[in-house]
């Protein structure tokens, strides 16, 4: 009973899962992307679904600004049940460069967020060579769940 303990860390890993399977089980691909833009604006973003026809090159779901830090995170949003191919993050990363020749002083950034458990291998390594950040759905439900209790710790 003297030993330190993580509660934050253990519930997290206790609801985990249960995250993950009610993501998978409940929602659909726009409740999904609709989820993903509520964490984005839930840590501070004005974040915005763009309209289907407004892009010109690439794809994006979601563009999430930070005022604060002058940041931009694109983001692709896949709903896929056992793996994300580099499809997604072809669609992100050519939409970031199309991007990146504005002059507003921003930081632009690629998100890939899926409700699948894994990337292909083929996703992983691009994305390491062109810097877009990977999420998958349980690394998404752990995000979740630590805007949610991400104060909890300074109890003890």
């Known amino acids: ?22 993501i998978n089980s409940k929602l659909n691909p726009d409740k999904f992307e ?13 974040a915005v679904i763009p309209s289907k026809n407004a892009k010109k090159e690439g794809d994006v779901d979601i ?17 896929h049940r056992d793996e994300t191919d580099d499809t997604a993050l072809t669609q992100i990363l050519e939409y970031r460069i199309s ?7 921003y930081s632009r950034i690629a998100w890939v967020v899926t409700s699948a458990e894994k990337f292909s291998k083929k996703c992983i390594e691009a994305a390491r060579e062109n ?15 630590e805007i949610g209790i991400s104060n909890l710790q300074q109890a003890f």
């Open 1 to 22: 009973k003297s030993e330190p303990i993580n509660l934050q860390e253990e519930v997290i890993t206790k609801t985990l899962p249960s995250i993950f399977e009610l």
């Open 34 to 46: 609709f989820l993903v833009k509520w964490y984005l604006e839930k840590v501070g973003a004005t």
């Open 63 to 79: 563009v999430a600004t930070f005022e604060r830090t002058r940041t931009i995170i694109f983001v692709q949003v896949k709903f």
């Open 99 to 105: 991007q990146e020749s504005m002059d507003d002083e």
């Open 131 to 145: 810097r877009v950040q990977l999420i998958n759905g349980k690394q998404f439900a752990r995000m979740l769940l």
